[in-house]
């Protein structure tokens, strides 16, 4: 069994802020994946679902990302899991918006979820972090990360809730490199072809060539001038 946590804090004032892409994650993979619906529980909500052949339990904690970590602790004393069998979905100033990385264990990074989250069960859990891009100043990122996405952003925000539900089976069987390759698929798909040469117009009929006329040039001559 796995536990995936979707960071955000709780509330449709909250709903479409960056800080939340995490719970928008979770959200997709329930939707897509035909999971349970969400109840309360471990001060957060919870569903559960298959993914592939991997049951797998989706939460969202609703202590506000300062708090995160009792609701995961929670959780996992619960169902008996040790930290390496948890995943935590969370944005990342790091990363180019749409960007995203999986990380096994290391430090929190100064982010609020996760600093509450290693409190409570260490650093030995898994992270897909989700780039949102950086505000350019330390002074601005409180104000940047509570903001929602702008409407430009839509797409590519769009494209990469499609690209995790798509590998999300991957992720849950432990396929790292198949899952970004999903979530690639849908953020930076192939070019159709990668050859800059414009195809080759067809050559132009000559003005006494008719459809289905299937005279040979000579007689076509004699009839000119008949």
Request: net charge positive; no cysteine.
């Amino acid at each position: 069994m796995k536990l995936w946590v979707g960071l955000g804090n709780p509330g449709a004032k909250y709903a479409g802020n960056r800080h939340n892409i995490g719970f928008m994650a979770v959200d997709r993979i329930a939707e897509d994946h035909g999971f349970a619906p969400w109840r309360g529980k471990f001060q957060g909500s919870l569903t559960e679902g298959k993914l592939g052949s991997e049951k797998v339990l989706l939460l969202k904690p609703e202590t506000f990302m300062n708090l995160s970590g009792q609701s995961v602790g929670e959780a996992m004393r619960f169902y008996k899991l040790d930290s390496t069998d948890i995943t935590v979905f969370h944005d990342d100033l790091d990363l180019a918006p749409g960007k995203v990385r999986v990380k096994a264990g290391g430090g929190h990074a100064g982010h609020n979820g996760l600093r509450s989250i290693h409190q409570h069960i260490g650093p030995h859990y898994d992270r897909v972090r989700l780039g949102i891009g950086h505000p350019g100043h330390k002074d601005k990122v409180a104000p940047y990360v509570l903001s929602d996405f702008a409407k430009a952003e839509q797409e590519w925000l769009d494209d990469l809730m499609r690209g995790i539900s798509d590998g999300a089976a991957e992720l849950a069987k432990g396929d790292t490199g198949r899952f970004l390759n999903a979530v690639a698929l849908r953020t930076a798909p192939p070019r159709s072809s990668t050859s800059t040469t414009p195809p080759k117009a067809k050559p132009a009929a000559a003005p006494d060539q008719t459809p289905g006329d299937d005279r040979s040039p000579l007689q076509k001559l004699v009839d000119r001038f008949k």
